[in-house]
């Protein structure tokens, strides 16, 4: 089992039997992190950059938040290109 499965677990554990409380989510979020650090911050902007879809916005709103995404990224030329495409809506291809 992967730390953070085991973490998940005893989290639930501790809030089903009122063990543990957290009163705001940003609590939460910083006993995450503590206990995970902040991570790769490259490969979290990449991993964004990865799940940008075009969904029901327009196409220039898509392009600026891919813009957005890209700039922050370690991706160049050719692999931004493949991530564009993947995603603008398929009718529009």
Do not use: C, P
């Not at 206990?35 to 327009?58: C, P, R, S, Y």
């Not at 931004?80 to 603008?88: A, D, H, T, V």
């Amino acid at each position: 089992m992967y730390k953070e499965d085991q973490w998940i677990l005893n989290v639930l554990k501790d809030l089903e039997s009122k063990n543990l409380e957290y009163e705001t989510r940003e609590e939460f979020l910083a006993n995450f992190k503590k206990e995970f650090g902040e991570g790769d911050e490259e490969a979290m902007k990449v991993t964004e950059l990865k799940k940008i879809e075009q969904g029901n916005i327009t196409m220039e709103e898509f392009v600026q938040e891919f813009k957005r995404a890209a700039r922050e990224s370690s991706y160049k030329e050719q692999l931004l290109i493949e991530e564009f495409k993947r995603g603008i809506n398929k009718n529009i291809w």
